[in-house]
């Protein structure tokens, strides 16, 4: 292999024009963004419209009225506060739940030999193709059947089970090696002894992960709840947007701000965790690596 | 060994502890509510549709009216939003927490019979008269003879207009006796300045409506008369309205059960609608309660029948105290109570005697004669079985025949081999 | 708590070789953790019952329901195999089937292209490069429901989006009036909101190709374009396949967005077959029927991912 190290023609010329590019790239980088944005922004200052302003042949971002009380109005509309509270502890508790399963089930696959274990797996596989929504119908039956319809459990369990989340720590678990339980096991560990002070910390990158998946699949499903929920005491936010269309018509100001309020603390969660989140979403969301 | 049972017992623990735990949760998802189904020790459970805080202020208001003609009554109501409202219902009525009391709008009790009471038997023994009930309406709420709610307000399908906007086109306002053409004269005279003189609604009231106007019903007992020159006729009016006429912003594709009409009135950007009476509160609060008229329904010939529709409470099959509910229902549908309600709602009470208190409180002699004329003149039509099919299908496909991709008699067509299915 | 102890014990065993100082067993063969073999069966029984009872069961039961006509309020009775007949004839059904493959043949690749192509560029120097990454994830994390509601308003005829299309001469275009165009917003809208969370993915798999393959490839003289399709396409594939397999999976069971801003009109140019399940159970009181629709489905998604997975030999790059 011949050594060509740097390319020499054109460098100077290439490095005069790399702040250049630099800004031109962060230009164009950030006018796409901006574009990108726009419904956000733009549903910001909708809410903020007084009610016949939304529509109309002369739209403007910024309305005769600035409504800062759209907020107050769409909060009390659907009883956004009991929206929220709803959504929060759903997610957290089907989080936990997420969590707790997935790492019960990852371990047993990654470290534990019983007999039948390759079958068990080879179901998990097979179900991790499976399209989720697709089997809703006896789903609610089945809850109905049992008296379950309606009920924070019908909206909680279906979603615990995914093989996703025990293939995930699988691989990570499969990456620990083996002499850390061995040492432990010397020491007379017990099995779940081992889970706990041993695999569960090495893998806290891997959790991190299932924890955002879990929480973000909760806080943003729609459809099963759609069909399972009746009663407006159990609402998630996604099904209490919807209540915004009346049989009056729809106050859309207020839609808007309430979407504004749902989005908003995505927005922070993001920001705030940004680094986290990346890591956390690349590091283990693709198995085989 | 030590590993082994320790590890045997931890097991057995947690197995232990699983049970218990799943049972536990079981058990508390299956307690609470009350003794009876539908009822939550001594009140009634009621579900309607809930989206807003309108929506929830409509029916306190109307338990607040049962409760001022008999202070035994007790109600409780819950519920999801409009649109979600008839396809959750069957499956409310199946649960373990089926309500006792539901709600019904313009007779699309067909669907739900199953689950209902009749309530013929419960009228005749609490010596309940039905004469004071509009029979078209009751028509409206039977099915195969049998009456399965009753009525507590009347939503005759009128004609809102906006008053300024009328004035400021230098038009008169609507009367009695207007015809078609008057009506196309009038949105064409207050299109201007962005704002469309009508707004047209989605789905088969307005076709119904239109029907109606001049006599034909748009159904029978086969289901809705899809084949019916009237009925092309009323939608091919409607995309005139907004293709030729160019007095109204064409239909587009929309969720199903959403209200653009509704919308453009409210916020001005549009003269007229025609949405049923219980639309005028909200529409009062929106504009201002001097500046919405009502009008009859424009007929070809100015002698407009009415299109009668109204909402009524029904008893479902599993509830536990039947007469219990059925006297609620007798209380919130009363006189008293339905003249108790005029204090707050401006929708239009079903009973003809309670008008009177209507008119006091809400209306004005004006509106008085409207309601008369489209109540008391009113085309009786069963409603379909499949009602909520045929919307959803209209919804969808009408929207070719705004854009001009189908012809109205296509566009028919199709919803015709859509209800086949 | 325990603590550990890294002794030489520990240490010797590392290689893997037999281990007669391990003292809970006495086998020979080297086994992942002592202990006697049900105990794998005791933690694996939540994760499997669970999988079993809400995964599994319900699929099946879909599966017999398909045979079945049922309403809600009625009973089930057994029709044989007249629902899956009726499927194949039914025009609204078959149109449900087409649009669906429509919206994932154009919207998968255009998913992953602008994925990969987003990941790519924020790996070049940009100012605020993380915050940036933050904008694009936003969609991606909130409420289908919110985000299809701002842009049903936005793609009204007379809404925002006319407006400035108007403004800069592209003229007013027949959103939600025309089926076509109405079909693209949905892919639009489904793009808008998920290429952000993709774009992540990948740009981690391309974050852990060696930094050494990358320089090698530098001195090779490999230009820009050569070095992608050489070098990093193959490396990240992996995570490519994932994102595709779970992309296409999800774009078959598009709801929410045909949900909320179609209502699968204008006539059914954007009724997707979940759309049309939702429909037949829920509005029509069709049970049995919609199952069999659930069923259709399943197979569907089954082909295209076995061909995926089947496929993944050949084109993934596993080192």
């Given at each position: 292999m011949t050594d060509h190290s740097l390319r020499t023609s054109g460098t100077s010329w290439r490095r005069r024009l790399r702040p250049v590019g630099f800004a031109a790239n962060t230009t164009v980088a950030w006018v796409f963004a901006l574009v990108f944005s726009f419904p956000l922004i733009w549903t910001f200052f909708t809410a903020l419209k007084p009610a016949n302003e939304v529509f109309g042949a002369r739209i403007s971002f910024i309305g005769s009225r600035v409504l800062w009380s759209n907020f107050a109005d769409a909060w009390t509309e659907v009883d956004f506060g009991r929206l929220l509270t709803n959504s929060l502890v759903i997610a957290a508790i089907s989080t936990v739940l997420t969590l707790i399963v997935a790492t019960l089930t990852a371990f047993a696959f990654a470290r534990l030999k019983f007999p039948g274990r390759s079958a068990v797996f080879l179901l998990f596989v097979i179900t991790l193709t499976l399209p989720s929504e697709v089997a809703v119908v006896p789903l609610f039956l089945g809850f109905d059947q049992a008296r379950l319809a309606d009920t924070w459990i019908a909206l909680i369990?279906?979603?615990?089970?995914?093989a996703f989340g025990a293939f995930l720590l699988r691989q990570f678990m499969l990456q620990i090696p083996a002499e850390l339980e061995e040492a432990a096991r010397i020491d007379g560990a017990s099995t779940w002894r081992i889970l706990i002070s041993v695999i569960v910390p090495l893998v806290r990158p891997a959790l991190s992960v299932l924890a955002i998946f879990a929480f973000l699949g909760s806080w943003n499903s729609f459809l099963w709840p759609l069909i399972i929920l009746n009663s407006s005491d159990l609402w998630t936010i996604p099904i209490g947007i919807a209540g915004f269309t009346t049989q009056t018509g729809t106050q859309w100001q207020l839609l808007m701000a309430a979407c504004v309020m749902t989005i908003a603390p995505v927005v922070v969660v993001v920001a705030v965790a940004q680094r986290q989140l990346v890591a956390a979403i690349g590091a283990g969301a693709f198995g085989g690596r | 060994m030590k590993s082994l049972t320790k590890v045997g017992r931890k097991r057995r623990v947690s197995a232990a502890v699983a049970v218990a735990g799943v049972l536990a949760l079981g058990l508390a998802a299956c307690s609470?509510?009350?003794?009876?189904?539908?009822?939550d020790g001594k009140t009634l459970k009621m579900y309607t549709w809930i989206g807003g805080k309108a929506d929830r202020q409509q029916w306190s208001d109307y338990i607040a009216g049962g409760k001022h003609a008999d202070p035994k009554m007790a109600v409780s109501f819950s519920g999801p939003p409009i649109n979600d409202y008839y396809t959750k219902l069957p499956t409310v009525m199946k649960s373990s927490s089926a309500p006792c009391l539901v709600t019904f709008q313009n007779g699309r009790v067909g669907q739900y019979v199953q689950g209902l009471e009749p309530l013929d038997e419960l009228a005749k023994k609490n010596k309940v008269?039905?004469?004071?009930?509009?029979s078209a309406m009751l028509e409206q709420l039977s099915v195969k003879g049998k009456l399965y709610s009753i009525p507590f307000n009347a939503g005759p399908t009128v004609v809102l207009y906006n008053k300024k906007l009328f004035a400021a086109a230098g038009i008169a306002d609507p009367k009695n006796d207007w015809t078609v053409d008057d009506f196309i004269a009038a949105a064409k005279a207050t299109t201007k300045d962005g704002v469309y003189g009508f707004a047209i609604p989605q789905g088969s009231n307005p076709i119904s409506t239109i029907m109606a106007a001049d006599g034909h019903p748009y159904a029978d007992s086969k289901g809705p008369k899809l084949d019916d020159p009237n009925f092309k006729d009323a939608l091919q009016l409607l995309v005139d309205l907004s293709n030729k006429y160019k007095v109204a912003k064409p239909l587009e594709a929309a969720?199903?059960?959403?209200?653009p009409d509704i919308d453009a009135f409210s916020t001005g950007q549009a003269a007229m609608e025609m949405q049923g009476l219980w639309d005028l509160q909200h529409e009062q609060q929106a504009l201002g309660k001097d500046n919405v008229g009502i009008a009859v329904i424009p007929s070809k010939t100015g002698t407009s029948k009415g299109f009668i529709g109204g909402s009524g409470f029904g008893i479902t099959k599993t509830c536990g105290d039947k007469q219990k509910a059925f006297k609620a229902i007798e209380a919130m549908t009363s006189k008293s109570g339905l003249e108790y309600v005029t204090k707050a709602q401006a929708s239009v009470p079903a009973r003809l005697d309670a008008l009177d208190a209507w008119s006091t409180n809400v209306g004005s002699p004006a509106f008085a004669s409207v309601i008369k004329q489209m109540t008391g003149d009113a085309t009786p039509s069963p409603v379909p079985s499949n009602q909520a099919q045929l919307d959803t299908l209209l919804t969808q496909y009408e929207v070719n025949a705004f854009s001009g991709k189908s012809t109205v008699s296509e566009v028919l067509a199709q919803v015709k081999a859509g209800l086949a299915q | 708590m325990m603590s550990l102890r890294r002794d030489l014990v520990g240490n010797e065993v590392a290689g893997g070789s037999v281990a007669p100082q391990n003292r809970s067993r006495g086998r020979l063969h080297r086994r992942p953790l002592g202990g006697p073999r049900w105990v794998g069966w005791a933690f694996v029984l939540p994760g499997l019952i669970g999988l079993a009872v809400f995964i599994v069961i319900p699929q099946v039961a879909s599966l017999v329901l398909g045979f079945s006509e049922s309403t809600l309020l009625g009973g089930i009775e057994f029709t044989g195999t007249q629902n899956f007949v009726r499927l194949l004839r039914d025009p609204q059904f078959l149109n449900s089937v087409l649009v669906t493959a429509i919206f994932v043949l154009v919207y998968v690749p255009a998913n992953i292209a602008i994925s990969m192509a987003m990941a790519l560029w924020l790996k070049t120097r940009i100012a605020g490069r993380n915050w940036l990454r933050v904008i694009f994830l936003i969609p991606a994390l909130s409420p289908m429901v919110a985000n299809a509601a701002v842009f049903r308003l936005l793609f009204q005829k007379d809404g925002a989006i006319n407006q400035l299309l108007t403004g800069i001469g592209l003229g007013p275009v027949p959103w939600l009036s025309d089926g076509n165009w109405a079909l693209a917003v949905v892919i639009g809208v489904s793009l808008w909101q998920s290429f952000g969370y993709n774009m992540i993915v990948l740009g981690a798999g391309i974050d852990s190709i060696s930094p050494d393959v990358i320089a090698a490839s530098r001195i090779d003289g490999a230009g820009r374009l050569r070095r992608f399709f050489a070098i990093t396409l193959p490396l990240v594939s992996p995570a490519l396949f994932f994102t595709t397999v779970l992309t296409v999976i999800g774009a078959w069971q598009t709801f929410a967005q045909a949900y909320v801003i179609t209502g699968g009109g204008p006539g059914n140019s954007t009724m997707t077959i979940m759309l049309y399940l939702y429909q037949t159970a829920f509005t029509n009181d069709q049970l049995g029927y919609a199952s069999a629709i659930a069923t259709v489905l399943f197979v569907i998604i089954a082909i295209f991912t076995l061909f995926q997975l089947w496929g993944q030999r050949k084109w993934v790059h596993y080192d």
């Open positions: 369990l279906p979603g615990l089970f995914g | 609470g509510g009350g003794s009876s189904s539908g009822l008269d039905l004469k004071a009930y509009s969720a199903g059960g959403s209200f | -």
